[in-house]
């Protein structure tokens, strides 16, 4: 499982030190993905590779649960109002039924979970000061302490750290 984890720099300076010092972990066996930089705000830094939403809010977990809870819906419309008159019309009303509905309830979700943020990142992003900066990266769970110290040492805050669902489905 993979880990994103969230630190608070107070200068670019040491942000970019931070960054230079992560990018070599990303060909070692931490597998170390980013980082990613927001400013007040949730605000782009320039010069600073910008976070995805996926980073900053709840939006994978969301369009997952849209994905299971819709599919499920769409098969029981399909059960209620397809046509059962073979087995092939029936295979194809569920199949339909599961694919559509799926798909929409992942879009669904996509959307509504891009606008739930994680809590603890949308206040330390809020109650940033001029020229600090969040630092996002993920990494794998075991080496997550490796990471820390690592950026610890560079002069990084910790904020927050959550354990990335389903992560090797990022093709949804």
Do not use: N
Not at 77 to 90: Q, R
């Amino acid at each position: 499982m993979r880990t994103v984890l969230y630190f608070r720099f107070t200068d670019a300076a040491s942000a970019r030190d931070g960054w230079t010092q992560v990018l070599p972990l990303s060909k070692a066996p931490t597998y170390v993905t980013g980082p990613w930089f927001l400013g007040r705000g949730r605000k782009p830094i320039e010069g600073f590779p910008v976070a995805d939403s996926s980073h900053t809010s709840f939006r994978p977990e969301v369009s997952t649960a849209g994905y299971a809870i819709c599919a499920v819906l769409g098969m029981a419309l399909a059960g209620y109002y397809g046509d059962h008159s073979d087995p092939l019309s029936s295979l194809t009303a569920y199949g339909l039924g599961f694919m559509i509905g799926g798909f929409g309830g992942w879009f669904l979700g996509a959307l509504s979970g891009t606008r739930l943020l994680r809590p603890r990142l949308a206040r330390h992003a809020a109650l940033l000061a001029q020229g600090e900066i969040l630092m996002i990266v993920g990494c794998k769970s075991s080496e997550k302490d490796k990471v820390k110290t690592l950026l610890y040492g560079k002069g990084g805050v910790g904020i927050e750290e959550h354990g990335d669902f389903l992560p090797h489905l990022r093709w949804i």
